[in-house]
């Protein structure tokens, strides 16, 4: 164990600054920290360097083997930042040399990578991901590499832990040491047997947290991945299980967490069946083998200082965290990335060519040419995450209206809750479920009183189908109501509801339209006095005409956002109003949550909450299970009753163990990330952005919404208001070319949607701010 005692070379820095002028550059010295090395960096003016002094004790052939995998990588993948050789004035790429304490020393000099340590970075999923690419194409670079000292035994390659075994007598806890005791039995009798059979090479050997450098303004990307001390030849995914484990061992991380790195990675490197069976050995040897090196050191050199000493500690507790996940859970969670993952990734990371025509042609051919695509030039996702989408040729899109990733493009939270439920039970409601009881509790307790009857279904229509059949049950009534250009769904009952996509046909006798509370540009303008009564007073008028007709009101229906009229603000008490109506003439108030739901509108769970209101029965769907289908009607006692008066209820999927533990995921994630008082903030400040733009650009007529739900009305004057149609799909197009997604609503196809996942931060917004701007000003 002679190479467990440290001794680094200490040359003083007079003694550096002569060694450095064997080197074409020139720069001030600042000593920074190795724990085998010498190290000092070099800031000269036009760039900056790291001077290594490697330790006497490294044999010659180690430090050659270090300088040739640098001229590798630097041939094989030019653009992985890794540092590059700077070679001395004689052309060498190192020196040899004696220091005044007389012992011999090499030194090398290599450019420095800026940045910060992962360790100090936050971990987002994105910066996550991006650290399992890196560290995949590493190992890509240095796959074609060989150097004959590559067979050194090396203290941190995780084929050691066995000889560790009688370190761990010297471990105090006893508990910690049973732990210990079975890792490593475990891996000598099964772990090391199965590490001979996967592919192995020329690896980093210690991808660790402070060895890999993060951007300091974009802090999900990479910057960089230093030191090169501790290549050797072993298996190739050590070095992910190293990068795991030295990632998030101090940051309590989660399976879900540990999926994102390996998903990164595979999707430069494919990761083998048999190599992800072993990751979660490896990353708890990575552990045991940290806390038993720091425990010999502490025990064989009491007193002296060991950098690892604190972060073995924080690796135990991780550890113990670990065991009680489970190697099985972690196994299926980080298989469930893979698949998830692998086929979206595959085509564009291995840049096969993707024919978009014959894709088209495909689709026309089996769902119809007349099935509407988004933008006249087509996108072809194969991947989300978080805000961004990303097309079969890897560019990137930022996502600015897809409202059914509500807490972000696949959230490893949600990803792992259904990969989990997936693999252990997924049934219906006719049995007692512990995933759907507890959302329905959940869903209940953000409503007030005796809203708290959940009936479970699959889609945002059928909710809100079966809350028109509990209506028309409840109250004995015929007639429905709605705003004249509202969306509800697809059934036959609610497209009646819909009249926003209905191109003819005929009218159907029980429903009545209202007019939308339309400040803008409707009957009554902002800034009139009693607008909200006088936009309420036209559902006198379909009381009235129902009436007529020899009908009473079973419901009014309403999106709290009014999108489908084009994002409206209603004023304050209009909501209030046109409910007191409609139950005076004996029907019920139906909130179709769909689009409003969940923090979009920003301050409150619910949309109708905006507007104070209390409804009958709630609707939700889309963003329930944030893609996963889920909708679910939320209602009162007695309203439910009557319904199983007339009819059984059930639905095969509504309420399956899978989408119930989605939606709880989802409910995690909105309070965990605080994501209504995001939605809140961010909603405000991009709102705010826009209407900045007004001033710029005269062709924006009205900026409007809440929270995350935002409409931006384009016409052509602002005097007759004159709708900009063809402008608004020019902006939408243009937008997507730049890599903004936006949509476009209302009636008059004038309204820029924007309602982007509410995880939208303010870097977002800002960019969607510029884009607009550069949009607007090319039109
Ligand atoms: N209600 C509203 C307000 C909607 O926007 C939608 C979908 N756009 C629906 C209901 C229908 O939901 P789904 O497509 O899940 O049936």
Same mark, same amino acid.
């Given at each position: 164990m002679q190479f467990l005692k440290l001794n680094p070379p200490c040359l003083d820095e007079a003694e550096a600054a002569r060694l450095i002028r064997l080197f074409p550059v020139e720069g001030e010295l600042r000593p920074l920290y190795s724990e085998r090395d010498q190290n000092f960096l070099v800031t000269g003016k036009a760039a900056s360097y790291v001077l290594k002094i490697v330790s006497?004790?490294?044999d010659a052939a180690s430090i050659d083997m270090q300088l040739q995998a640098l001229a590798h990588i630097a041939e094989a993948d030019?653009?992985?930042?890794v540092p590059r050789l700077q070679p001395a004035g004689d052309g060498d790429n190192s020196v040899s040399f004696t220091s005044e304490a007389g012992s011999a020393h090499r030194a090398f000099l290599l450019s420095y990578l800026p940045g910060i340590i992962l360790?100090?970075?936050?971990?987002s999923s994105a910066l996550l991901h991006n650290h399992g690419q890196m560290v995949a194409r590493l190992g890509r670079a240095l796959a074609g590499f060989f150097h004959p000292a590559a067979g050194r035994q090396l203290l941190?390659?995780?084929?050691?832990?066995?000889?560790?075994?009688? +370190? !761990?007598?010297?471990?105090?806890d006893s508990t910690d040491r049973a732990l210990l005791d079975e890792i490593v039995s475990r891996f000598a009798a099964h772990v090391g047997p199965r590490l001979k059979t996967v592919r192995a090479q020329i690896i980093h050997g210690d991808a660790s947290a402070h060895n890999v450098l993060v951007d300091s303004t974009q802090?999900?990307? !990479?910057?960089g991945i230093v030191d090169f001390g501790d290549l050797y030849h072993g298996p190739l995914v050590s070095d992910l299980a190293v990068a795991i484990a030295d990632v998030l061992f101090n940051r309590d991380g989660t399976p879900a967490q540990i999926a994102t790195i390996v998903s990164g990675y595979h999707s430069v490197t494919p990761v083998a069946p048999e190599e992800v069976d072993l990751l979660y050995d490896l990353i708890s040897a990575r552990l045991a083998l940290s806390y038993l090196i720091a425990v010999y050191r502490r025990t064989e050199t009491p007193g002296r200082e060991d950098y690892n000493a604190a972060l073995a500690e924080d690796g135990l507790a991780w550890l113990k965290q670990l065991k009680n996940i489970g190697g099985e859970t972690l196994t299926r969670t980080i298989r469930a990335g893979l698949g998830h993952r692998a086929g979206g990734t595959a085509s564009s990371a291995a840049g096969a060519p993707v024919d978009m025509d014959s894709l088209r042609r495909r689709r026309d051919r089996v769902m *119809?040419?007349?099935?509407r695509l988004f933008y006249e030039n087509p996108l072809h996702m194969v991947r989300g995450e978080g805000v961004w989408l990303f097309d079969a040729t890897g560019r990137r899109f930022l996502d #600015?209206?897809?409202? #059914?990733?509500?807490? *972000?493009?696949?959230h490893p939270h949600v990803v792992e809750a259904i990969a989990r439920q997936a693999a252990i039970l997924n049934t219906n409601t006719r049995y007692l479920g512990e995933q759907v009881i507890s959302l329905a509790e959940r869903l209940g307790a953000t409503?007030?009183?005796?809203?708290?009857i959940c009936a479970f279904v699959n889609s945002g229509s059928e909710a809100n189908d079966v809350a028109w059949r509990m209506a028309k049950a409840y109250t004995g009534n015929g007639g429905g109501i709605m705003m004249q250009a509202a969306y509800h769904g697809i059934t036959d009952a609610i497209d009646a509801f819909s009249?926003?996509?209905?191109?003819?046909?005929?009218?159907?006798?029980h429903m009545r339209a209202i007019m939308p509370?339309? *400040?803008?540009?409707?009957s009554y303008r902002y800034g009139e006095p009693d607008l909200g009564a006088r936009y309420a007073a036209d559902t006198d008028k379909a009381i009235a005409s129902l009436a007529e007709a020899g009908l009473k009101p079973a419901a009014f229906m309403v999106d709290s956002t009014f999108l489908t009229n084009g994002v409206l603000e209603a004023p304050q008490d209009y909501l209030a109003t046109v409910f007191a109506k409609v139950r005076a003439a004996g029907g019920l108030c139906i909130?179709?949550? #769909?689009?409003?739901?969940?923090g979009r509108m920003g301050r409150?769970?619910?949309?109708h909450q905006t507007y104070g209101v209390v409804p009958d029965i709630v609707t939700i769907g889309k963003p329930a299970g944030n893609g996963h289908p889920l909708g679910v009607v939320i209602t009162r006692p007695e309203i439910m009753d009557a319904l199983l008066d007339e009819t059984s209820f059930f639905s095969?999927? *509504?309420?399956n163990n899978v989408s119930a533990a989605a939606g709880l995921a989802v409910l995690d994630v909105i309070e965990q990330e605080h994501l209504i008082e995001n939605s809140t903030a961010v909603g405000a400040y991009l709102k705010d952005g826009l209407k900045g733009l007004m001033a710029r650009h005269e062709i924006i007529g009205d900026v409007r919404g809440h929270g995350l739900v935002i409409g931006v009305e384009l016409v052509?004057?602002?005097?007759?208001?004159?709708?900009a149609r063809e402008e608004t799909a020019r902006v939408v197009n243009g937008m997507r070319d730049r890599g903004v997604l936006i949509g476009s609503e209302g009636q008059n196809g004038c309204v820029l949607k924007i309602r982007p996942p !509410? +995880?939208?931060a303010r870097e977002h917004a800002e960019i969607v701010i510029e884009t607009l701007d550069q949009v607007l000003a090319s039109l």
């Open positions: 006497s004790q490294d030019p653009t992985l930042p360790n100090e970075a936050p971990l941190w390659d995780l084929r050691q832990l066995p000889e560790f075994a009688a +370190v !761990i007598e010297r471990v105090e802090q999900q990307r !990479i910057a *119809g040419p007349r099935m #600015v209206y897809n409202n #059914v990733p509500h807490v *972000g493009h696949c409503l007030p009183g005796d809203l708290r009249p926003a996509e209905r191109r003819g046909g005929q009218w159907p006798a509370p339309d *400040g803008y540009r409707g909130a179709d949550e #769909v689009q409003a739901g969940f409150s769970m619910w949309g095969t999927f *509504g309420g052509r004057d602002r005097a007759s208001l004159e709708p !509410i +995880v939208f």
